[in-house]
């Protein structure tokens, strides 16, 4: 069974940084292309980085150049590194697939971007 643990989430101030982890499990994690999504408080979930296989990148306008993707295919894991966040990246922050179909969610990582 495919299984995805999101940690690293947590309460920080403007401009602060996090790192972000999603260990992997039940799948050839090396063979799929992944994505971070965050879904805000009455907001429809969003992809807001992808890295494939070969580890092109993509990322939402509104995060270029503040976030940052990565994976470790040795350890089964996916990253994302955020900086300079601002009060509008507060959202459970979610990974998967990065293009369907997707696996079962996992329960994300709470991410809150407050003085």
């Known amino acids: 069974q495919v299984r995805m643990v999101e940690s690293g989430g947590g309460l920080v101030q403007p401009g602060g940084s996090l790192r972000l982890s999603c260990a992997a499990s039940?799948?050839?994690?090396?063979?799929?292309?992944m994505g971070w999504y965050r879904q805000a408080p009455g907001k429809q979930r969003e992809l807001v980085a992808a890295?494939?296989?070969?580890?092109?990148?993509n990322y939402v306008d509104s995060v270029k150049g503040r976030f940052t993707i990565s994976r470790d295919n040795a350890k089964n894991t996916l990253y994302l590194q955020m900086n300079s966040l601002k009060s509008e990246d507060t959202a459970v922050y979610l990974c998967?697939?990065?293009?369907?179909?997707?696996?079962?969610w996992g329960q994300g990582t709470q991410v809150t971007v407050s003085a």
């Open positions: 998967n697939a990065g293009t369907p179909p997707y696996f079962n």
């Open positions: 039940g799948m050839l994690f090396r063979f799929k292309d």
């Open positions: 890295i494939t296989t070969g580890g092109i990148t």
